[in-house]
């Protein structure tokens, strides 16, 4: 039983979001209106600095990290949880376009717009964004 409860208290450091990105993402899986999706947030090789975030609505699949928040569930896979352990997901709107940026203190290097970084572990070296950032 405490094992269980010294998980939750783990993965509730996994990842937190911001109140305005909680709310968009409450707006979007209402549309959908399908109670089994939750948000999933992954990594991918590419970007221009080597790494980049994901995210989409999904459910939940084998080997997920689970971490509830409030009414809704956020899916991280085995591999990407490393990468983004401790990030913080927020929702922005600006003049250069709206969409959720990620603040990852795993990141020696990133992108302006917030979608591509390098960790320490990843070696080489940072490259120009060609986001237009």
Known sequence: MIEQNQQAATETQVINMTPTATEKVRELLKQENDPSLGLRIFVAG???????????????????????????????????ISYITGSEVDYVDSLMGAGFAVNNPNAVSSCGCGHSFKTADGGGEARSCGCGH
């Open 46 to 80: 590419g970007g221009c600095s080597g790494l980049q975030y994901g995210m989409t609505l999904d459910e939940e699949q084998e080997g997920d990290t689970v971490i509830t928040l409030g009414d809704f569930s956020v899916f991280v896979d085995e591999m990407s």
